[in-house]
């Protein structure tokens, strides 16, 4: 089963405006990582955050971990339509020899 | 620097067809791994490896093969075609083993396979 699960499946939202996709987790991480996939691409690596951080921020990004809760959020603000993609949470298991990943948000930013 | 290279990056086989996808990375990463992304299931892992003469299995090695004779190269192997495996295939990798805590996985541009 997946590890990884985010929330919502699917969000459509105009350029400026900020954009909140969940991902929630089941085992205990070391840390948790938010990647990027256009369309017809391979994933691009956005932030990493570990367990013993609360909240990051690179650029736009502003990642939270709630390790009680077992779910992280990803904020993008001012979006771009060039920030639309499908975006995955991802941990690493077992000493990163395994990574799971989830489902993903699928991010439409219209002009 | 090319990074992550898969090929081909597409192919139709027919059912029970053997085909070897190509997967090579210049980073001199130990950890690879290979998955597939299949409409609404996100990434699968299939197989990985942390070093050369190295492998294991993900969550769906069934019906694939791998081997890692060298740091720089992680073939995947289909023994015998099935649709079930239509899909798209990742290559990813990761590294120096000496910072662990990096975790990144950098990957390919994907490999479209399609099983009639």
């Known amino acids: 089963s997946q590890q990884g699960e985010e929330d919502p499946q699917a969000l459509s939202i105009q350029e400026g405006e900020n954009a909140t996709m969940n991902c929630s987790y089941k085992t205990s991480i070391n840390n948790l990582q938010w990647y990027r996939q256009n369309s017809g691409r391979g994933l691009v690596h956005l932030i990493l955050?570990?367990?013993?951080?609360r909240e990051k921020h690179s650029g736009r990004l502003r990642v939270t971990l709630d390790t009680s809760k077992k779910s992280s959020s990803l904020l993008i603000t001012a979006s771009r339509a060039a920030d639309t993609a499908s975006y995955f949470c991802a941990t690493p298991l077992y000493n990163f020899n395994k990574f799971y990943f989830g489902s993903g948000t699928k991010l439409n930013v219209k002009p | 620097n090319a990074g992550v290279t898969q090929t081909p990056k597409f192919q139709v086989l027919k059912t029970g067809q053997s085909m070897t996808l190509q997967c090579a990375q210049d980073?001199?990463?130990?950890?690879m791994s290979w998955y597939r992304q299949d409409p609404g299931m996100g990434l699968r892992l299939i197989h990985y490896?942390?070093?050369?003469?190295?492998?294991d299995q993900g969550e769906v090695p069934n019906g694939y093969n791998v081997s890692r004779s060298t740091t720089e190269d992680f073939p995947l192997r289909l023994l015998s075609a099935a649709p079930s495996q239509t899909s798209v295939y990742f290559c990813?990798?990761?590294?120096?083993?000496?910072?662990?805590?990096?975790?990144?996985?950098?990957f390919g541009e994907g490999s479209r396979l399609t099983v009639l």
């Open positions: 980073m001199n990463h130990e950890y």
């Open positions: 490896s942390v070093g050369a003469g190295i492998t």
């Open positions: 990813a990798s990761s590294g120096p083993r000496d910072r662990p805590n990096t975790g990144e996985l950098f």
């Open positions: 955050i570990r367990s013993n951080e």
